[in-house]
């Protein structure tokens, strides 16, 4: 088999050498692109008068061959061919003879092939996640109308903070991903450029028509510079940081899972078709959708890493470096679509356990600062009411009680200003419903921030 570049070159490559030049164990997932990018290309030799109509047909037929063959399998690459361009380019030249099939080559170059051919796979790609991601949005909103209602401990610093609904914590992290959809589709825009037609790096002097190549396969337009269009990946660097973002922001989901299905926790409880149990302990439920969640997500920030340490300092143009850009982002994407799917599933058959929840709303003070602002609506200036509510803290935890249980007589020996009518925010659900500004937990706002974000998903 000769190689693409045969003319100048005594003797083909060392045996090494072509083992650390192929790519085709990896880039083959381009092959239907490839063959795609290969009929328009076509199309545009027809149009610049390079290729009959008989010969145009011919070429055609040939690539619905080779096509079939590649989706059979019955045509595979082999160790000369390096990557799926030049075993394609073989394959065309076995079914259409060399005389039409070596005609295809002209005014391209696997430079503006490959950089066209990745965009395309990595658009489908985000598509497919980005349905994904829609799915845990969903399995959250439904949670959160399923559950609506039930109140929870929120923290911060992983201490108990202020009660929440369960709800409005659920939703935290639906807007998160709804925001990572909506990256996606903004990455779209700027990706969707077709460098075919830049050739090597320096464009075609073939009279074929760029923008045409772009139209057929889905592009908006062609790139501006040619060198751009061959030798830029931000296209690849910046949607490794969304994929990376996405498996972050489920990451962060997976942790509370895992604490919450812990025996102290008990806040929730895993389907048994969404977790393991364990080879020796016969009591365990594992979380392991979570914890592979939250590995993914090291793996995924690895990826975006090592594509930028690559980037870093290639000069223009083109440089077979940029062959090592593909793996990662390959990975990326498949690694999501494997997880969305098993992460929807955990997500959406966990059973809260809602009166535990509501029964530790309350605990570690977190009305305090309810108290504090009541005191504030009494024209207390919040420094002062702070302090006042701080003592109340410090008093019930003497007493190892609620703050609730302080007694009229303790109240008032605390503040002048804390009267008795200042228990009317010393319940999780007043506390709560009191949160009513826009963005904020009471039920209400809730309501309505549920709805919208369900709408948003739809539309997204
Ligand atoms: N397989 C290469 C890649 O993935 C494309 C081939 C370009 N090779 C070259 N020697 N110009 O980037």
Same mark, same amino acid.
């Given at each position: 088999?000769?190689?693409?570049?045969?003319?100048?070159? /005594?003797?083909?490559?060392?045996?090494?050498?072509?083992?650390?030049?192929?790519?085709?164990?990896?880039?083959?997932?381009?092959?239907?692109?490839?063959?795609?990018?290969?009929?328009?290309?076509?199309?545009?030799?027809?149009?610049?008068?390079?290729?009959?109509?008989?010969?145009?047909?011919?070429?055609?037929?040939? $690539?619905?061959?080779?096509?079939?063959?590649?989706?059979? *399998?019955?045509?595979?690459?082999?160790?000369? @061919? /390096? @990557?799926?361009?030049?075993?394609?380019?073989?394959?065309?030249?076995?079914?259409?003879?060399?005389?039409?099939?070596?005609?295809?080559?002209?005014?391209?170059? &696997?430079?503006?092939?490959?950089?066209?051919?990745? &965009?395309?796979?990595?658009?489908? *790609?985000?598509?497919?996640?980005?349905?994904?991601?829609?799915?845990?949005?969903?399995?959250?909103?439904?949670?959160?109308?399923?559950?609506?209602? #039930?109140?929870?401990?929120?923290?911060?610093?992983?201490?108990?903070?202020?009660?929440?609904?369960?709800?409005?914590?659920?939703?935290?992290? =639906?807007?998160?991903?709804?925001?990572?959809?909506?990256? $996606?589709?903004?990455? @779209?825009?700027?990706?969707?450029?077709?460098?075919?037609?830049?050739?090597?790096?320096?464009?075609?002097?073939?009279?074929?028509?760029?923008?045409?190549?772009?139209?057929? $396969?889905?592009?908006?337009?062609?790139? /501006?510079?040619?060198?751009?269009?061959?030798?830029?990946?931000? +296209?690849?660097?910046?949607?490794?940081?969304?994929?990376?973002?996405?498996?972050?922001?489920?990451?962060?989901?997976?942790?509370?899972?895992?604490?919450?299905?812990?025996?102290? +926790?008990?806040? %929730?409880?895993?389907?048994?078709?969404?977790?393991?149990?364990? !080879?020796?302990?016969?009591?365990?439920?594992?979380? @392991?959708?979570?914890?592979?969640?939250? *590995?993914?997500?090291?793996?995924?920030?690895?990826?975006?890493?090592?594509?930028?340490?690559?980037?870093?300092?290639?000069?223009?143009?083109?440089?077979?470096?940029?062959?090592?850009?593909?793996?990662?982002?390959?990975?990326?994407?498949?690694?999501?679509?494997?997880?969305?799917? %098993?992460? =929807?599933?955990?997500?959406?058959?966990?059973?809260?356990?809602?009166?535990?929840?509501? !029964?530790?709303?309350?605990?570690?003070?977190?009305?305090?600062?309810?108290?504090? /602002?009541?005191?504030?609506?009494? *024209?207390?200036?919040?420094?002062?009411?702070?302090?006042?509510?701080?003592?109340?803290?410090? #008093?019930?935890?003497?007493?190892?009680?609620?703050?609730?249980?302080?007694?009229?007589?303790?109240?008032? #020996?605390?503040?002048?200003?804390?009267?008795?009518?200042?228990?009317?925010?010393?319940?999780?659900?007043?506390?709560?419903?009191?949160?009513? %500004?826009?963005?904020?937990?009471?039920?209400?706002?809730?309501?309505?921030?549920?709805?919208?974000?369900?709408?948003?998903?739809? %539309?997204?």
């Amino acid at each position: 088999m000769s190689s693409l570049w045969g003319g100048r070159f /005594e003797s083909g490559p060392a045996e090494a050498m072509a083992r650390l030049s192929l790519s085709t164990h990896f880039d083959w997932r381009l092959a239907p692109y490839d063959i795609a990018g290969s009929r328009a290309h076509a199309r545009v030799l027809h149009a610049a008068g390079l290729l009959s109509d008989d010969e145009l047909a011919g070429m055609q037929k040939a $690539l619905d061959e080779l096509l079939a063959d590649v989706e059979s *399998g019955a045509f595979t690459p082999v160790l000369e @061919d /390096e @990557d799926v361009h030049t075993a394609l380019e073989r394959g065309l030249i076995e079914r259409a003879g060399v005389d039409l099939g070596g005609k295809l080559r002209a005014g391209r170059s &696997r430079n503006d092939q490959v950089a066209t051919l990745f &965009r395309m796979w990595l658009r489908d *790609g985000a598509r497919r996640v980005a349905a994904g991601v829609l799915d845990v949005v969903d399995a959250l909103a439904a949670q959160s109308e399923t559950n609506f209602g #039930a109140v929870m401990p929120g923290r911060t610093h992983l201490q108990s903070a202020q009660p929440v609904l369960l709800s409005h914590h659920l939703l935290a992290h =639906a807007h998160a991903l709804l925001r990572d959809v909506d990256r $996606l589709h903004d990455w @779209d825009k700027r990706a969707a450029f077709s460098p075919y037609g830049s050739g090597a790096l320096a464009g075609s002097s073939l009279g074929l028509d760029p923008a045409k190549v772009a139209a057929d $396969l889905g592009f908006y337009a062609p790139v /501006e510079n040619s060198i751009d269009g061959t030798a830029s990946r931000d +296209f690849a660097a910046e949607i490794a940081f969304v994929l990376a973002m996405i498996s972050v922001n489920l990451s962060r989901i997976a942790e509370e899972i895992i604490i919450w299905t812990t025996a102290e +926790f008990r806040f %929730a409880v895993l389907d048994d078709a969404w977790s393991t149990g364990s !080879s020796i302990m016969p009591q365990k439920k594992n979380p @392991d959708v979570a914890e592979l969640a939250r *590995g993914k997500s090291g793996r995924l920030i690895g990826n975006l890493a090592g594509l930028l340490a690559t980037l870093k300092a290639q000069p223009l143009a083109y440089n077979r470096d940029l062959q090592e850009d593909k793996e990662p982002l390959f990975d990326s994407v498949e690694q999501l679509e494997i997880l969305l799917p %098993a992460f =929807a599933g955990m997500v959406g058959t966990l059973k809260f356990d809602v009166s535990r929840m509501a !029964s530790l709303a309350p605990a570690g003070f977190t009305l305090a600062t309810d108290i504090a /602002e009541w005191l504030v609506r009494q *024209g207390v200036p919040f420094r002062v009411a702070h302090e006042a509510a701080g003592a109340c803290v410090r #008093a019930a935890e003497s007493r190892g009680v609620g703050l609730e249980d302080l007694t009229d007589a303790e109240f008032l #020996a605390i503040s002048p200003a804390l009267t008795p009518e200042v228990r009317s925010v010393l319940t999780v659900e007043g506390s709560i419903a009191s949160r009513n %500004a826009h963005g904020g937990t009471a039920p209400s706002r809730v309501r309505e921030q549920l709805d919208a974000l369900v709408s948003r998903a739809a %539309a997204a």
